[in-house]
């Protein structure tokens, strides 16, 4: 079954405007642990944001925020004030804390940034 | 400080052939991954080790592949009679024991092509 869900292949956003990326999870376990990372062209995977699923409040790093909705098992990535090298893939995972190591990601969500 | 890396980066080989990638973790951490990454989806995870043990296997990882970590630093992951199918991003990440998230830290990859 699929664990994590991205919707959106791409998306396009002005620059300085916010931009909403989507992921939803699928998980029986009440321990788990919700990650974003950014994937630019040259392929490192960069670890943007955290929430972990017993943390009340929306996890926030920088110019990064994750709305977190339990209930609806979504865990949407926030980009505020949208810079030109935001561009690049962007990747949801999961990793169920009690069950093991592996982390699940999303298929994606390609980010432009239009000057 | 620095990051975790992968070599080679780019390997091109003929089919039937094998190969091998190295990955050089962040030296304080004893956790090292190997993901593999298709064109269009996200890492999909094929081993984890913890030090020297090889704590956890895909079912991905079929027994052309073997993956090694002989004295708890380095990784290697090899690929026997190579199949065009192998042809991929294979992407190596480490975390450390006690991190409070557990986020993994991802080097640059070693894009495989077979030809």
């Known amino acids: 079954a699929q664990k994590i869900t991205q919707t959106q292949p791409g998306m396009f956003v002005q620059e300085k405007e916010a931009v909403t990326l989507d992921c939803t999870y699928d998980?029986?376990?009440?321990?788990?642990?919700l990650f974003w990372y950014k994937q630019p062209s040259s392929g490192e995977m960069i670890f943007l944001i955290y929430?972990?699923?017993?943390?009340?409040q929306n996890a926030t790093e920088g110019r990064y925020s994750l709305n977190f909705q339990k209930a609806r098992k979504s865990a949407n990535l926030v980009i505020s004030a949208s810079q030109l090298g935001d561009s690049a893939m962007y990747f949801c995972?999961?990793?169920?804390?009690?069950?093991?190591?592996?982390?699940?990601f999303g298929t994606g969500t390609s980010l432009t940034v239009i000057p | 400080d620095t990051g975790v890396s992968q070599d080679p980066r780019h390997k091109i080989t003929k089919r039937g052939q094998n190969v091998t990638f190295r990955c050089d973790p962040i030296?304080?951490?004893?956790?090292l991954y190997w993901y593999r990454q298709t064109l269009g989806q996200g890492p999909e995870f094929l081993t984890y080790?913890?030090?020297?043990?090889?704590?956890?296997k895909s079912r991905l990882l079929s027994d052309r592949f073997s993956a090694e970590r002989p004295k708890g630093s380095f990784s290697t992951l090899e690929i026997q009679r190579t199949e065009q199918g192998d042809s991929a991003m294979y992407l190596c990440?480490?975390?450390?024991?006690?991190?409070?998230?557990?986020?993994?830290?991802f080097g640059e990859g070693s894009r495989l092509t077979v030809l």
């Open positions: 080790f913890q030090n020297e043990a090889q704590l956890e």
């Open positions: 995972a999961m990793r169920d804390l009690n069950t093991g190591n592996q982390f699940y």
């Open positions: 990440a480490s975390s450390p024991e006690g991190s409070n998230t557990g986020e993994l830290f």
């Open positions: 929430q972990g699923s017993y943390d009340e």
């Open positions: 998980t029986s376990d009440q321990s788990y642990g």
């Open positions: 030296s304080e951490h004893n956790r």
